[in-house]
């Protein structure tokens, strides 16, 4: 089974960066953008870009950790665990999207887990910029 990977529509977002306040706050319990698994980044005249983790069927990242701090779930989401966590980095250089970050006070991977499923800035979106739809089977 595999997570269904959010979708971004750039020409919906308004920038607001309510995605990633509401990741962070979620996650963490702080107003920090720079812990939450979604990154928007405006590349004016550009349209604004979304980085986030696509849930991939065989995870780069997971398969290059050589602790298991990254996992497939059995939901088919890649989990971060901090107690397996070497802060080696592999899991980033092996992320063919560059979806996966460290944390800048604890040097832990910031990777999307999906919410369990609930993806909390799909429903924070005033724009409906975030979208997740079922999977075909």
């Known amino acids: ?28 319990r702080v107003h ?5 698994g979604i990154k928007i980044s405006p590349r004016w005249p550009e349209p604004t ?14 398969e290059a950790c050589p602790t298991e701090a990254l996992t497939l779930s059995d939901a088919g989401v890649v989990l971060f665990s901090a107690e397996n966590c070497i ?5 980033i250089e092996a992320c063919p999207f ?11 991977m910031i990777q999307c887990d999906t919410c369990d499923g609930a993806y ?12 997740v739809h079922p999977m075909e089977a």
């Open 1 to 28: 089974m595999r997570a269904t990977p959010l979708e971004y529509s750039s020409a919906q977002c308004v920038d607001c960066r309510g995605c990633e306040q509401i990741c962070a706050f979620v996650h963490h």
């Open 32 to 36: 920090n953008r720079h812990k939450s």
């Open 49 to 62: 870009t979304a980085v986030v983790c696509r849930q991939c069927e065989s995870p780069a990242c997971a």
């Open 87 to 91: 802060d080696c980095g592999a899991c």
């Open 98 to 108: 560059g979806a996966i970050w460290r944390d800048p006070l604890t040097a832990w």
């Open 120 to 131: 909390r800035c799909v429903q924070w979106c005033p724009a409906g910029a975030l979208a």
